[in-house]
């Protein structure tokens, strides 16, 4: 009788658990079927993938005069920087690029008020950058998973 219980509370636990898978992969539109089902309007991950690269060579395309403009803007206020600290083109370059990730190592500080402003405004410019670039994947992941009309 024991051993009943036992695996009925396994099967419930195992029940509770593809519940729960099903819910996490539901907002992707990976839903599960059965294995008889047809594979007609299935969304499979290769599926998903290809559309998913294929709306974000799209919103990039859309919006690579702006990214552009900001990488050049952050190149040149790295190099202004360097200018100001007497740093060579190679690590103002890398300051500007370090600094606008977000990342800061630390291995390249600024001393000079102007170029610390100068550096705040790199920062700022990096993350309007990382978010657009982010707006534009997960437009195109919604777009993947059938849950935004596209362009």
């Given at each position: 009788?024991?051993?009943?219980?036992?695996?009925?509370?396994?099967?419930?636990?195992?029940?509770?658990?593809q519940?729960?898978?099903?819910?996490?992969?539901?907002?992707?539109?990976?839903?599960?079927?059965?294995?008889?089902?047809?594979?007609?309007?299935?969304?499979?991950?290769?599926?998903?993938?290809?559309?998913?690269?294929a709306?974000?060579?799209?919103?990039l395309?859309?919006?690579?005069?702006v990214?552009?403009?900001?990488?050049?803007?952050?190149?040149?206020?790295?190099?202004?920087?360097?200018?100001?600290?007497?740093?060579?083109?190679?690590?103002?370059?890398?300051?500007?690029?370090?600094?606008?990730?977000?990342?800061?190592?630390?291995?390249?500080?600024?001393k000079?008020?102007?170029?610390?402003?100068?550096?705040?405004v790199?920062?700022?410019?990096?993350?309007?950058?990382?978010?657009?670039?982010?707006?534009?994947?997960v437009?195109?992941?919604?777009?993947a998973?059938?849950?935004?009309?596209?362009?």
């Amino acid at each position: 009788m024991h051993a009943l219980a036992c695996g009925t509370r396994a099967l419930e636990a195992a029940a509770e658990r593809q519940v729960q898978v099903d819910a996490l992969h539901q907002p992707l539109g990976l839903h599960a079927q059965p294995r008889d089902a047809s594979r007609a309007g299935r969304v499979t991950a290769r599926t998903m993938r290809r559309k998913f690269f294929a709306g974000l060579l799209s919103g990039l395309r859309m919006v690579w005069p702006v990214v552009s403009g900001l990488l050049v803007w952050m190149a040149a206020l790295g190099a202004a920087v360097g200018l100001l600290e007497g740093w060579k083109l190679a690590d103002s370059l890398y300051f500007a690029f370090v600094t606008g990730l977000t990342i800061g190592y630390g291995d390249l500080v600024p001393k000079l008020l102007a170029s610390r402003v100068l550096a705040i405004v790199i920062g700022i410019s990096g993350i309007v950058l990382t978010g657009l670039i982010a707006a534009i994947a997960v437009r195109a992941l919604l777009v993947a998973a059938g849950r935004d009309g596209g362009p």
